[in-house]
Structure formats: structure tokens, C-alpha cells
């Protein structure tokens, strides 16, 4: 891993670490739940359309299980981490 500098984020009552680096953006999704991670994509500038697009989902499926609408998969929040984790490289 490249150079990094850890940041805190409260999203809620919960805390959360975030390194990010030059080559390296790493977060750490521990029992985060879609409205944290809503929260947390807000906050961090992502567009939902643009993370739905590389997960390979529809904006508005996306847009339901972010909003608690519908359960996310197994496997949702690394997901979304493999896609920060790309889109720093």
C-alpha cells in the first residue's frame, strides 16, 4: 500500500476509518448499513448513478437498496469498496 493518512468519519453513532493515499483509498465497511453507506457515499462526492454503472446495476435498483427499499446482496459493501479501491489506481 502507498502512502496514506488515515481520516475519522461519524456517520450516525458509528465510527469509521478512512485511508486515503495517493495510490491507495481504503474503507473499512464494518456492519455498515445501506443508509450509512448512502451517508458515507454523500460525504466522500460519489454519484450513485456512477458506482451503480461499475457495480453493473441500474441507477434505480441501486437507488432502492441505498434508500432501505430493497436488501442488499451478500457481497454489496465490498463491492462498493473494490470500486473506490479502483477508481484511486
Same mark, same amino acid.
Given at each position: 500500500?502507498?502512502?496514506y493518512v488515515q481520516r475519522e468519519l461519524i456517520v450516525g453513532d458509528k465510527l469509521f476509518f478512512i485511508f486515503v493515499g495517493v495510490d491507495d483509498y481504503m474503507l473499512y465497511f464494518l456492519n455498515m448499513d445501506s443508509g450509512e453507506i448512502k451517508t458515507l457515499l454523500k460525504k466522500?462526492?460519489?454519484?450513485?448513478?456512477?458506482?451503480?454503472?461499475k457495480i453493473g446495476l441500474s441507477p434505480?435498483? !441501486?437507488?432502492?437498496m441505498i434508500n432501505g427499499h430493497?436488501? #442488499?446482496p #451478500?457481497? !454489496?459493501n465490498k463491492s462498493?469498496?473494490?470500486i473506490l479501491k479502483q477508481r484511486n489506481q
Open positions: 500500500m502507498g502512502a466522500l462526492g460519489i454519484k450513485h448513478k456512477w458506482i451503480a454503472d434505480a435498483y !441501486f437507488s432502492m430493497r436488501k #442488499p #451478500p457481497g !454489496f462498493i469498496l473494490n
